[in-house]
């Protein structure tokens, strides 16, 4: 008895999402779980989707926008920097 997974058609990148999560939850459970640990298990599967989301991401012009929210100075309600947890610096 197993989860189905329900993989997002709107997504251009879902088919290499699912393998890699696959890929993952079957080398976590099966191997790093048991104290078996390689670093070279789902790395074609991760290279794929990522290169997926950068391709994806360059094609909506959404690199841009992460750039700049990257260094963003986000403050609170008094005008006092923030870190990313929320907190005031």
């Not at 699912?18 to 390689?38: I, L, P, T, V």
Request: charge should be negative.
């Amino acid at each position: 008895m197993g989860i189905k997974k329900r993989v997002s058609t709107t997504s251009p990148c879902a088919n290499l999402r699912a393998a890699y999560h696959d890929c993952f939850n079957r080398w976590y459970s099966e191997k790093f779980s048991k104290g078996q640990w390689d670093k070279e298990e789902c790395v074609s599967e991760w290279d794929k989707y990522r290169a997926c989301l950068n391709q994806h991401m360059e094609d909506k012009h959404l690199s841009r926008l992460l750039e700049e929210a990257a260094t963003y100075s986000w403050k609170d309600d008094s005008g006092h920097p923030v870190d990313a947890d929320g907190a005031s610096q």
